[in-house]
C-alpha cells in the first residue's frame, strides 16, 4: 500500500476527473455535427488525455520537488503539491518515471490518430505535447503562458484533438465548445496559485500575481469566468450550439458568488480562501459536463 501510495501521489488521483469530462466535450461536438461516435476511438482518446495529465502532473511534482518549491509550500486540497516526494525523497525518480512513461503513451496515441487521419492533428498535437513538457520548467516564468498553458492543454488541445479524432476535421462547435474548459482551467490553475506566490516567487517563478500583484489575479479571474458562459451565449447565438447547451448557465450564480468570495477574501488568507477553491473546482468540472450533455441533447432535436 506504501508503494502504491507512493506511485499515485505524483500522479494527483484526485485531479483525473477534469480529462474525462474535456474528452466527453469533445466526443459531444463529434456527435453533434457530425454525428460521429466510434466506442474504440473514443476510448483510445481518453486513455490519451488521462495520460497527459498524468504526465504534467508528476513532472510537476518532480521539478517542484527538485527546486525544493514543495518544501516551502503549504499544502491545502488544491494547491502545494501532492507531499509525496518530500515524504519519500528517495523515490523522487519514480514520479519522473512516471511523468515519461505516460508522455511516451500519449505520443502513441497522438501517432495512432495522425495515422488514421494524417497531418492535421499536428495542430494541437504539438501545443499540447510542448505544454506538458516546458510548463513547470519554462511556461511558469512568463507571466501570460503561464496563465494561458492550462487552458490551452484542457480547451482547444483536448476538446479539439478528441473531436477530431472522431471525425478527421475540426468542428466550429468544437472551437467554441473547447472555450469553456480553456476559461475555467486557466483560471482554475490561478485560483490555486493565491496561496503559494511567495513560495512560487523564491523558485524563480514569475505567473501573473507575482508579476501584477492579487489585485490583478481576482480581476482576470472574474473576466475568465464570464467568458466561461459569454463563449457559450455567443455560439448559441451564432447557431453553432443548440438553445440545450445554455445548461452551463444552471452555475453561473454559483459562479458569480465564487468570483466576489475571491474579490473580497484576495488578502484574507488560505483558510478564508479554501471554501471559494473548492467552489471553484465545482464549477471547473460541472460547467463542461453541462455544456456536453446541452449540445448532445440537441443533436436528437434534429432528428
Not at 443548440?242 to 448557465?249: G, I
Request: glycine share 10%; aromatic share 10%; net charge positive.
Amino acid at each position: 500500500m506504501k508503494t502504491l501510495s507512493i506511485l499515485l501521489g505524483p500522479m494527483r488521483v484526485p485531479f483525473l476527473l477534469l480529462p474525462p469530462v474535456c474528452v466527453v466535450l469533445g466526443a459531444a461536438t463529434a456527435f453533434y455535427g457530425e454525428q460521429a461516435f466510434h466506442l474504440k476511438w473514443f476510448l483510445i482518446a481518453l486513455i490519451g488525455g488521462l495520460c497527459a495529465h498524468i504526465s504534467v502532473n508528476a513532472l510537476n511534482e518532480y521539478e517542484d520537488f527538485k527546486s525544493r518549491l514543495d518544501y516551502r509550500t503549504t499544502r491545502t486540497p488544491f494547491s502545494g503539491g501532492s507531499g509525496t516526494l518530500p515524504d519519500h525523497p528517495g523515490k523522487a525518480h519514480w514520479a519522473a518515471a512516471i511523468g515519461v512513461v505516460t508522455l511516451a503513451l500519449t505520443l502513441l496515441v497522438g501517432l495512432y490518430f495522425l495515422r488514421m487521419w494524417g497531418p492535421g492533428l499536428l495542430l494541437i498535437g504539438i501545443p499540447g505535447i510542448l505544454a506538458i513538457v516546458l510548463y513547470t520548467r519554462w511556461l511558469t516564468h512568463d507571466p501570460l503562458l503561464c496563465l494561458l498553458a492550462p487552458g490551452i492543454g484542457f480547451g482547444p488541445c483536448m476538446v479539439m484533438g478528441v473531436d477530431f479524432a472522431l471525425t478527421g476535421t475540426y468542428t466550429v462547435a468544437a472551437v467554441a465548445a473547447s472555450l469553456t474548459p480553456f476559461f475555467l482551467v486557466s483560471n482554475l490553475l490561478l485560483i490555486n496559485q493565491f496561496p503559494d506566490i511567495e513560495p512560487d516567487a523564491g523558485v524563480g517563478r514569475r505567473h501573473l500575481m507575482i508579476v501584477y500583484g492579487k489585485r490583478a489575479g481576482v480581476i482576470v479571474y472574474g473576466v475568465f469566468l464570464l467568458g466561461a458562459y459569454l463563449s457559450v451565449v455567443i455560439a448559441w447565438l451564432a447557431g453553432w450550439f443548440p438553445a440545450t447547451a445554455l445548461a452551463v448557465l444552471i452555475t453561473a450564480p454559483l459562479a458569480a458568488h465564487t468570483a466576489a468570495g475571491v474579490a473580497k477574501h484576495h488578502n484574507s488568507g488560505i483558510e478564508a480562501l479554501l471554501p471559494y477553491m473548492k467552489k471553484n473546482v465545482v464549477i471547473t468540472l460541472v460547467t463542461p459536463a453541462l455544456l456536453s450533455a446541452g449540445i448532445s441533447a440537441g443533436r436528437f432535436f434534429l432528428e
